[in-house]
């Protein structure tokens, strides 16, 4: 199984108040080239994408708050992933941390770029060099993301994670298919802030061999940082391009994650889990979805008495009677903006509701990114 590493990183998030999260929920178009996929839309992605950062570094209303910005898996051209970094560094504001997906590439080129950040990725060198030495041929495809961090000082900092769930080779008997399995997650605790997050892609939120799986393995580090330092896992960020993001499988990772059934998870009882996916406007070659992309959601225990609702473009449930809140969006393309719910409440009401959606935007015929008018998030239902 993975190696989760701890990382301490410089955030001055303020204790005790809301932090701000974007999921961008954009349509990804993948076509097969050799053994692996690659974007078959590379301009038009980047133009949406950079639309998307404008937003950002335009601050306007509660944007200037933001402090989590979400892509999907694979979303970001690889030949833009240089440009991308350096509008992070040089136009977005401290204290911001960008987790996206990047195309795949190579085994070699994912190495070098483990080596070109080695500053941050030194401890994730040496398992892939392993594997390298191993026969993992430097060919195979990596499906990978990376998480830049821009501190309170201005610095910018990158850490690199590939996906550790196999690829559609499980299911083929051509080993040429194989996708490079990655052997770590990054911890991050952020300081002075005391805010401790993680982020995984897609599938690796419910992967697990006969002995073990990657989500107890997170329960277990976020339940030993609770007892020597009263610490828990705070925020769990999983990138996806999910075509089955309401797959029971799903469910039961999360009962499992958040329901005290066996024993008491204190590293976890307050996380809150954001899943951001591609919109139902992705299209896959050779994949024919079952259910549909999209459906974005924020999940937290079910203490936060979040109450049941239906509007058109979100809703309010507990997944089908799992032990949790969870505010689950539409399946279109929108940015969806939100707070994290802070993890130490003190306000004794149980009709106040801790998670607050602030606005909703989609991309429009003239390619660009607008709020939702007020009558598109009118009630539908009430349950």
């Not at 974007?22 to 839309?41: T, Y």
């Not at 992605?45 to 910005?69: A, C, M, N, P, T």
Request: charged residues 25%; proline residues 5%.
């Amino acid at each position: 199984m993975v190696t989760i590493i701890d990382k301490e990183v410089n955030l001055e998030f303020s204790i005790g108040e809301h932090l701000h999260c974007m999921v961008a929920q954009i349509p990804n178009h993948l076509r097969k080239e050799g053994h692996s996929f690659v974007l078959a839309d590379p301009e038009e992605k980047w133009i949406q994408i950079r639309s998307i950062l404008d937003r950002v570094i335009e601050g306007e209303g509660y944007l200037q708050k933001l402090h989590f910005l979400m892509l999907p898996e694979a979303a970001l051209p690889f030949s833009r992933f240089d440009e991308m970094l350096e509008i992070i560094r040089e136009e977005f504001q401290p204290n911001t941390v960008t987790i996206f997906g990047v195309e795949p590439v190579r085994l070699q080129i994912y190495r070098d770029l483990l080596e070109r950040f080695r500053e941050d990725n030194a401890d994730a060198i040496e398992a892939v060099d392993k594997d390298i030495a191993g026969g993992n041929d430097q060919e195979m495809p990596v499906n990978w993301c990376c998480i830049a961090i821009k501190e309170a000082t201005g610095a910018l900092r990158v850490f690199l994670e590939a996906k550790s769930h196999p690829f559609h080779a499980e299911e083929l008997l051509y080993k040429y298919h194989d996708l490079y399995r990655g052997r770590h997650f990054y911890f991050f605790h952020s300081r002075p802030g005391c805010f401790n997050f993680i982020a995984l892609i897609c599938l690796d939120y419910l992967y697990r061999d006969l002995y073990s799986s990657n989500i107890k393995r997170i329960i277990d580090h976020a339940n030993q940082l609770f007892f020597r330092t009263r610490q828990g896992l705070d925020a769990m960020f999983v990138i996806q391009c999910n075509p089955k993001p309401e797959h029971h499988s799903y469910r039961d990772v999360i009962s499992g994650f958040y329901g005290e059934y066996l024993e008491d998870s204190p590293g976890v009882r307050e996380t809150v889990t954001v899943f951001g996916n591609s919109s139902n406007e992705t299209a896959i070659e050779g994949v024919e979805p079952s259910f549909s992309y999209g459906h974005s959601s924020v999940v937290t225990n079910r203490h936060h008495r979040i109450r049941k609702q239906t509007q058109k473009e979100f809703k309010t449930d507990d997944f089908c009677g799992a032990p949790v809140c969870r505010l689950r969006f539409g399946a279109e393309t929108r940015l969806y903006f939100f707070n994290l719910p802070p993890h130490h409440e003190h306000d004794p009401r149980t009709s106040r509701v801790p998670l607050k959606l602030h606005s909703i935007m989609h991309w429009t015929d003239k390619g660009v990114w607008e709020k939702l008018p007020g009558v598109e998030l009118r009630y539908v239902v009430k349950t």
